[in-house]
């Protein structure tokens, strides 16, 4: 008679476990009763149990148990009253751990037993239920048997999750034969026969012949020239086999490695995060005319070895070998997963190598056609980790880090050099740090040419017409050049490109966009709007130019018009006007100083159509450009010079000025 509280045994299992847990347990058992049954060859059969209901679509009915017969020694009493204490050790040098059943209970609402057993010279039937209260063995009885050999049917009935197993036959046993893949394969061990059927034994499935021989077309080992490493565990040797297998057509299946204890699969670990080419499937030809068919394999490594078999989980679901995140063992899962992982690498030596060349090619490709600027770090990457097919995204993330971690190296040879660390060897070290920083700073400079490039493909689209034969909105153009709403003070160096006017706005030491310069509803430079202006200057001295830019929408030339108050040239001459007389500030509110010598520069952008040329020649009085794209004329009284430009030349003038760089750089 025992006592347990067998549901709080239950609710406390904590291990990685599933529905094919409880399944492998019992048949565990039933294969370790037919290896203490010596007068026949032992064999294992389970038979699917299904739902009486039947589907409206004709498809298969769901599995509601399963029913494991076996040809062992029964349930003798010694077997029973292992069966009704908790934590037996009966089974301890087998790996038993005494708790196997009450996985069962875990997953599946019933545990049955039906067995005949012999006992001095004469069969006896015992049958019992596993209790969920204080009882391990209920509804017992035992009595006479006319058998006349013992067997025993263990009954897994009434499953928790229907939709924890699949409804074919043919799957269930492909994913019992791989958690029983230990079993087939152990050296100098002949494992029973196990089948796997209806409930009326139809559709048998035989799990040994999935590894049965070397042509089988589910499962297949792969000759390895290594087949064991070793680790040291408190300056003891531990020893660890592999045996790999090829597992084919695994449709969502990965590649793994998984560890075993006393002949059981524990744990299962993606080999890809390990060794990143193992993602995807792999392919090979069979035999056969015009090269046969092809078919797709995973790789899945098995890991044997008594260290495992001493530090499995009481639930079989891991081992333990970590507490709180720390090592309990200098030997850890991840050193045992790492070495078989580099084995089933070397094993798969020309398939890892090709992928890992594509890997390369695809980083490099990413490299030459979308961020030149990486070719430095490129050359130092280490892609082991890199995962396979990475994306761009992916790739550009391993370069970043690749690229910190020179420029922290560098930092650190630099500070050593500084403090005489390596005095004796001054000169070497020196000319090695200023070659490093050479190259990281043409990487910059790359990156920073590349943008250019892109910005200038992007200003060009602005000025096309859309699908819909209009131009682009004068925000866009404005974004592109200066963002609304800023200026120096809140607009970052990388975030403008006054570069595509001229390259010294670059050097402005205040820039207003769309900004009020006396607050409130004063005039404002604007970009937002083409008919708006904006305002540049370099440091706040009387010697300094101010330059005003004055720009209007592609294709429009209303503004010259005789009624139209948006006459820019009249609109810059005020504007210089009113600086002059001291009617604006900075944006910090300082004075803006000018001299009756102060240069004006004024810059109309628009398209230059011929109503507009007429109007400058005639009207304006302006001189054209020699490539007829600008025009220009100089006010000596108030010391400004103003040039009205087309959209097309300041686009080409800014192509023009970076296509040697360009080309320099290997981006063009």
């Not at 499962?219 to 045996?243: A, G, N, V």
Request: proline share 4%; with cysteine.
């Amino acid at each position: 008679m025992s006592n347990v509280n067998v549901s709080r045994v239950i609710e406390n299992i904590r291990g990685v476990t599933t529905v094919y847990t409880a399944i492998v347990e019992v048949i565990v058992n039933a294969i370790q009763a037919t290896e203490q049954n010596s007068s026949q060859a032992g064999e294992v059969k389970i038979r699917a149990i299904r739902s009486a209901q039947l589907e409206a679509d004709g498809s298969l009915p769901d599995i509601t148990g399963f029913e494991i017969q076996d040809n062992g020694i029964g349930f003798t009493k010694e077997n029973r009253d292992s069966f009704d204490t908790l934590y037996t050790d009966l089974k301890i040098s087998d790996g038993g751990k005494g708790f196997g059943r009450f996985i069962c209970l875990k997953y599946f609402d019933r545990l049955q037993v039906e067995s005949d057993y012999k006992a001095q010279d004469s069969f006896f039937h015992r049958s019992f239920r596993m209790g969920k209260g204080k009882e391990i063995i209920v509804d017992e009885s035992n009595g006479p048997s006319k058998a006349s050999a013992s067997r025993t049917i263990v009954r897994l009935e009434w499953i928790k999750k229907m939709k924890s197993l699949d409804k074919r036959l043919e799957t269930i046993a492909r994913n019992l034969a791989e958690k029983l893949l230990p079993y087939f394969i152990t050296a100098n061990y002949n494992c029973p026969k196990i089948v796997l059927s209806e409930l009326d034994d139809s559709d048998a499935v035989v799990l040994n012949d999935f590894v049965s021989n070397q042509i089988s077309s589910v499962i297949q080992e792969i000759p390895l020239t290594k087949d064991s490493f070793e680790l040291t565990f408190d300056e003891t040797i531990e020893q660890f086999h592999i045996r790999l297998f090829k597992f084919f057509f695994p449709k969502n299946l990965k590649s793994r490695i998984s560890l075993v204890a006393h002949k059981r699969e524990v744990s299962s670990s993606v080999l890809h995060g390990y060794i990143p080419e193992f993602s995807e499937d792999f392919y090979e030809r069979t035999p056969g005319p015009d090269g046969g068919a092809a078919r797709n394999y995973i790789v899945k490594a098995y890991v044997f070895g008594r260290f495992l078999d001493r530090h499995v989980s009481l639930e079989r679901g891991s081992f333990d070998l970590s507490a709180g995140g720390e090592p309990l063992y200098k030997i850890t899962q991840d050193d045992i997963e790492t070495s078989a992982a580099e084995i089933a690498k070397e094993a798969l030596g020309s398939d890892i190598l090709i992928r890992q060349q594509k890997k390369q090619e695809d980083v490099q490709t990413y490299v030459d056609d979308l961020a030149p600027w990486h070719k430095y770090v490129v050359k130092s990457l280490d892609l082991t980790s890199m995962p396979y097919n990475p994306s761009a995204e992916e790739i550009e993330m391993r370069l970043q880090r690749e690229k910190y971690r020179h420029e922290v190296q560098l930092r650190k040879d630099v500070d050593q050099i500084l403090a005489g660390a390596a005095l004796g060897d001054l000169r070497p070290n020196v000319a090695r740090v200023v070659e490093a920083i050479s190259e990281s700073g043409k990487n910059d400079l790359v990156h920073y040419i590349a943008l250019r490039r892109n910005i200038l493909e992007l200003f060009g689209k602005s000025l096309e017409l859309d699908d819909g034969g209009a131009y682009q909105s004068e925000g866009l153009v404005h974004d592109i050049i200066f963002p609304r709403k800023g200026d120096t003070e809140i607009t970052a160096f990388n975030d403008h490109n006054l570069w595509i006017i001229d390259e010294r706005l670059n050097f402005s030491s205040y820039v207003s966009s769309d900004i009020p310069l006396n607050g409130g509803k004063s005039e404002r430079p604007d970009l937002a709007v083409y008919d708006k202006r904006i305002l540049f200057r370099g440091d706040n001295e009387a010697s300094n130019p101010i330059t005003i830019f004055e720009f209007k929408k592609p294709q429009r030339d209303d503004f010259v018009n005789p009624s139209s108050k948006d006459d820019p040239i009249q609109q810059i001459i005020r504007y210089v006007n009113s600086i002059r007389d001291g009617k604006y500030k900075t944006p910090k509110g300082k004075k803006m100083l000018v001299e009756t010598n102060t240069p004006f520069y004024g810059y109309v952008v628009c398209d230059l159509t011929s109503k507009v040329e007429e109007w400058l020649l005639r009207e304006k009085n302006f001189k054209v450009m020699p490539d007829r794209l600008g025009w220009f004329l100089w006010y000596e009284n108030i010391n400004l010079y103003i040039e009205v430009l087309s959209w097309d030349k300041i686009l080409r003038d800014a192509r023009l000025r970076n296509r040697i760089f360009f080309h320099k750089l290997g981006i063009s």
